[in-house]
């Protein structure tokens, strides 16, 4: 392995705290970037759902 140890491997000769919050920052964009559109689908199958509902109540009367 590259480093000796995993302090070594946190540090990275006075860098790491710039790679890791690199890794933070981009894993953050990438989580961000499924979830909100996976939550605005979901949230559209719901307001669709309950429209049709709403549709079918309305034909009863």
Same mark, same amino acid.
């Given at each position: 392995?590259?480093?000796?140890?995993? =302090?070594? #491997?946190?540090?990275m000769?006075?860098?790491?705290?710039? +790679? %890791?919050? =690199?890794? #933070?920052?981009?894993?953050?964009?990438?989580?961000?970037? +499924? %979830?909100?559109?996976? #939550?605005?689908?979901?949230?559209?199958?719901?307001?669709?759902?309950?429209?049709?509902?709403?549709?079918?109540g309305?034909?009863?009367?």
């Amino acid at each position: 392995m590259y480093f000796e140890s995993l =302090a070594a #491997a946190w540090h990275m000769d006075g860098h790491g705290s710039y +790679v %890791w919050m =690199a890794y #933070a920052l981009t894993t953050m964009a990438v989580v961000l970037m +499924v %979830w909100l559109p996976l #939550a605005r689908f979901r949230r559209h199958l719901r307001w669709v759902s309950a429209d049709q509902l709403r549709q079918a109540g309305d034909s009863q009367l």
